[in-house]
């Protein structure tokens, strides 16, 4: 593993159904980060982690959870998915002081 | 409320031109400014990093400035070339005490004609 590396690539999922997008890092990062991009409202945070353990709100949280057990893994839970949950996700880490964040390929997920 | 305004319509330009991007963003006091770079159907790849005690930074042909009183970064991309065409991010980091978080603007796609 060389990075961050997203799994999986892309998704159908039917509405109603329990999905979780797996991210691992091998960068030993302390802050991981998933965002959702959409055409048009570019990249939106759903949720961050500044350290293992730790799990804080961005700005779209609702319908995810994530968790933190440790540095490596930093996975994105939709527990009942919709339509509008139907976007590309990435998940990212940065080094302690924040100066360069690291992109997965990213996740294409349909919700029908 | 916070936000982070990039030009949303793209910005076609000749190659060997320079081509200029704008991020502009309210409400914020950022330690940093960040751009990255995303090509169609990948991640954001980090390019620059301005600090706010900070008023420009060059990378190769790359060059931001950083204006903290106008709340506004301008991005420059010196002789271009076409395979410089991709959507350009420009992303904020509001602090420790924010969090960290690191906030994106809508990303301007640039568009390089040879």
């Known amino acids: 593993i060389a990075g961050i590396t997203q799994a999986p690539t892309s998704q159908i999922l039917a509405a109603g159904r329990r999905m979780t997008l797996r991210c691992t890092q091998d960068?030993?990062?302390?802050?991981m980060y998933w965002y959702r991009q959409d055409l048009g409202l570019g990249l939106r945070l759903i949720h961050y982690s500044n350290t293992a353990g730790t799990t804080g709100k961005g700005e779209v949280p609702d319908g995810y959870s994530v968790s933190r057990a440790n540095t490596d893994d930093f996975p994105l839970t939709l527990a009942s998915a919709v339509p509008s949950q139907t976007s590309v996700y990435f998940c990212?880490?940065?080094?302690?002081?924040?100066?360069?964040?690291?992109f997965g390929q990213g996740t294409r997920l349909t919700v029908v | 409320s916070q936000k982070i305004e990039q030009n949303s319509e793209a910005l076609n330009i000749q190659e060997g031109k320079t081509a200029t991007l704008t991020c502009n963003y309210t409400?914020?006091?950022?330690?940093?400014l960040q751009w990255y770079r995303q090509d169609p159907g990948r991640g954001p790849v980090f390019l620059l990093l301005i600090r706010e005690n900070e008023k420009e930074k060059r990378k190769e042909r790359l060059k931001v400035t950083f204006d903290t009183t106008l709340k506004q970064s301008l991005f420059h991309i010196t002789a271009s070339q076409p395979a410089d065409s991709a959507t350009y991010l420009c992303a904020l980091v509001r602090g420790r005490n924010a969090g960290n978080m690191l906030t994106f603007g809508g990303g301007t796609r640039l568009m390089v004609k040879p």
């Open positions: 960068m030993r990062h302390n802050a």
């Open positions: 409400n914020y006091s950022p330690a940093y």
């Open positions: 990212a880490s940065s080094d302690p002081l924040r100066t360069e964040a690291f």
